[in-house]
């Protein structure tokens, strides 16, 4: 049962252009999200992390935005760099599930100098 | 700054035989993970490890796997016949809280090759 949706596996975007990732999930449980970052031949690195009582949250070039309406959260990479190349996860968790991530499939960015 | 490490980083063994993966937690984390990921595919939860005992595990986990905290540092992640399809990246965590709070420090994997 795939729980957490991210249905777009690549994106390219130009230097110093927006980066958009999308992530959507089904169970109304969930209510504390994060974003990874994963290099190849490396593990998961954290990002950003929002909790449901949020529509936003904000760390220098990384927002995420959160709406639980339609159960979708978003990460905007401004401006994006060559750096950022990777792939990205999104994980949700919720408090009365223990204490797993449920992660989505990732999708790949490529920044383009 | 601290990071989890896992060894070996590449493990390859014969159908059937048994494979023990090591990690070490960050030092003052006190809840401890296992995911792995199929090549192509999402993370997926293993199992959960908290004062000694296992506190959560998915249907992935079943009788083959085992973990432990053998000392204080090391966390073994044991698979005790492995099958074709054990084949994946595995993947040690650990965070400081646990209940899906906090994030979860990811160690570089241990790509598991079972031929």
């Known amino acids: 049962d795939q729980q957490v949706k991210q249905n777009s596996p690549s994106l390219s975007v130009q230097e110093g252009r927006i980066s958009i990732l999308n992530c959507d999930y089904t169970n109304s449980m969930f209510d504390y999200f994060l974003w990874y970052k994963k290099y190849p031949a490396e593990g998961p690195t954290f990002l950003i992390s929002?909790?449901?009582?949020?529509d936003k949250n904000e760390d220098g070039r990384f927002t995420v935005f959160l709406n639980k309406s339609a159960k979708h959260l978003s990460l905007h990479i401004v401006p994006s760099q060559p750096g950022d190349s990777a792939v990205y996860f999104c994980?949700?968790?919720?408090?009365?599930?223990?204490?797993?991530?449920?992660f989505g499939t990732g999708t790949s960015l490529t920044v383009i100098p | 700054e601290p990071e989890v490490t896992q060894t070996p980083s590449h493990q390859v063994t014969q159908m059937g035989q048994e494979v023990i993966l090591r990690c070490v937690p960050i030092?003052?984390?006190?809840?401890f993970y296992w995911y792995r990921q199929i090549l192509g595919q999402k993370v997926e939860f293993l199992v959960s490890f908290y004062n000694n005992e296992i506190s959560e595990k998915s249907e992935i986990f079943d009788d083959q796997f085992s973990v432990e905290r053998p000392d204080g540092s090391n966390f073994t992640l044991k698979i005790r016949s492995t099958k074709l399809e054990d084949s994946a990246m595995y993947f040690c965590?650990?965070?400081?809280?646990?209940?899906?709070?906090?994030?979860?420090?990811f160690g570089p994997g241990t790509r598991l090759t079972v031929l």
């Open positions: 030092s003052n984390h006190l809840y």
């Open positions: 994980a949700a968790s919720a408090v009365f599930m223990g204490n797993q991530f449920y």
């Open positions: 965590a650990s965070s400081e809280s646990g209940r899906g709070r906090g994030e979860q420090f």
């Open positions: 929002i909790s449901s009582i949020k």
